[in-house]
Each structure stands twice: as C-alpha cells, then as structure tokens.
C-alpha cells in the first residue's frame, strides 16, 4: 500500500520516485537534517515554516534568512557565499500564516545561476493550486528546477503523513540517512488507503477546486465591499488583519460562539502587531457558509465602530 502510494505521488507531482514520511514536520527534518552538514549555506525565506527553520538549526548548516520573497535580498547574500560551497535555497511554496505564494521561477533561475539546489515545501499548494491539484510546483517546474519537493497529505488530501519527491538519487538518499524517516514507525497501511481514494477524486473530480476558487473570490469580493482588511491572498489560507492579540481573541471568541471555526493567530507565531484570523476555506463551503461568516465580520466591524 505504502510503495502504491508512493508511485501515485510522484506520478501527481512529475517526479522520478516519492518517499513516505509520517508528518510534514518529519519531512522537512529528515530531508534537511540528510542533505546538509556544517559546511553547508541554507538560504531561507524569513516566513519559512518552523519545521524548516528547525530541520537547518538541526543539521548543523550554516542558516541565513532572506526578507520574505525578496529575490535581491537572496541575491545577495548567495553572491557573498563562496562559489564552490554547497547551498540549499529554502521556501514554502503557500505561507501558511499568510496565504501568498512563492515565486517558484524566480526562485529556480537563481537557485540554478548561483549553483545553489532548491527545496520547495507545497504543504498547502498540494490538491489546491496547479492545473491538476499538483500545487505550484508539480510539473510547472522539473526535477532539475526544483531537485527537492515536500508535500502534505492533512491538508487538501485529508488525510495525515507527507512525503518528499525528486530523484532517484535524492530518495535512495533519504531512505538511508533521514533519521526520521529511519527511526520511525511508518503510517498505517488504512492511512495510505485513504490517501489513495484521495488522490482518486483529486484526479475525477476537478470541479471541488473549481468551486474552492470560486469561494475565495466571492469571499474576497464581498469582503472587500465590507471594508475588512484582508491580506493579499488568492489561496484558501484568507488571514484578516487585525493587528492586536486583545482584539483577534474576542473576534475568535465571538465567532466560536456563532458556530465558526476560525484560527486566532499571533505572537510568537506571527510577529507583534500582525495578530490575525486565518480564514481558512475548503471546497465544501457553499455561499450560506461564507454569508454568515461575512455577516459575522461585519457585525464585529460594526460594534467596534460604536
């Protein structure tokens, strides 16, 4: 089941072979914690996931943060690093604090001009984006652009575990020095079953992201009328700007109350006055689902308003 699955992913995302591992956070340890020593120069983006930040810390590499999808910021720092030094360039493909997307391409031709391999982590792209739920890299970008592809099964797919695909050099790799990978009971045989029919409707059944994209731009339409701040997002991930953490907690604790689920986020997730809700919408939100939480928004609006 698990060796099906692997097959199945690596078909989805256009790559040579696909590694199981059993969360995310796993993943992205095991895959950095594989490739990199203390010689070697990670570039990540500042927004980057912690299981990112936390795989570099852990191999030992010598880490540096780029301004969040500043590609001059990483120009400049991959030119100060010398020519011959093995370096890994490192982003999310969707933020998940943010809901904005990388600059797959951008990233790519730099990553190829200064020498460097590049490491997309598409947790949240993965089902969503990408003409066939292949998410921003998939066969957008080959194995040679993008040597290193992370992806989830708990978000779009539903399910839980991740896996890592590229060559077959990478994945033979993988198996023998990820730790995580390694040292850890593999998910359960029913888990990968499930990702499997998953992936079935994924392939049968294009209208559910046809409908999701709808939702979010109706949901962002109508938001927008409403004066509510959102941020600049045109993934499922549809965070709301509030700023402070008094304020995002009674907005979450009202919206409880009303029967939505809605994240409160901030700091240290999120840095100190960047407080949000994260919207986070799905495929089976119809429009009476997103008018009554609109409809809740705008009623908090209002009563802060006076």
Not at 166 to 189: C, D, M
Not at 213 to 226: K, Q
């Amino acid at each position: 089941m698990h060796d099906a699955l692997e097959r199945r992913l690596a078909e989805l995302v256009g790559r040579p072979r696909a590694l199981l591992f059993s969360t995310g956070y796993m993943a992205n340890l095991g895959t950095l914690q594989a490739l990199c020593d203390d010689a070697t120069h990670v570039f990540q983006d500042r927004l980057n996931h912690a299981s990112l930040l936390d795989g570099a810390k852990l191999s030992g590499a010598r880490s540096r943060r780029f301004h969040h999808r500043d590609h001059d910021d990483l120009e400049r720092l991959l030119a100060r690093t010398p020519a011959k030094a093995a370096k890994l360039v490192v982003s999310d493909g969707v933020f998940s604090m943010d809901g904005d997307v990388a600059n797959v391409g951008a990233l790519a031709d730099l990553s190829a001009r200064h020498d460097a391999w590049l490491m997309i982590d598409d947790a949240h792209g993965l089902g969503v984006l990408g003409a066939h739920g292949d998410g921003c890299v998939g066969h957008a970008h080959d194995v040679e652009r993008v040597p290193i592809l992370v992806g989830t099964l708990g978000k779009a797919l539903g399910t839980g575990g991740a896996f890592v695909a590229g060559s077959e050099a990478l994945i033979e790799h993988l198996i023998q020095f990820a730790r995580p990978y390694v040292y850890t009971t593999a998910q359960p045989p029913g888990v990968a079953a499930a990702t499997l029919a998953a992936l079935d409707i994924l392939a049968s059944e294009p209208e559910r992201r046809e409908h999701l994209r709808d939702a979010i731009g109706y949901f962002r339409h109508e938001a927008a009328l409403l004066g509510l701040p959102l941020a600049d997002s045109f993934t499922p991930i549809q965070p709301l700007m509030l700023a402070e953490t008094g304020r995002v907690m009674r907005w979450a604790v009202e919206l409880h109350d009303a029967g939505l689920a809605v994240g409160a986020i901030r700091p240290p997730t999120v840095p100190r006055g960047e407080a949000r809700l994260r919207i986070t919408l799905c495929a089976k939100h119809g429009r009476e689902a997103l008018d009554r939480l609109l409809e809740s928004l705008s009623r908090l609006q209002r009563e802060e308003a006076g």
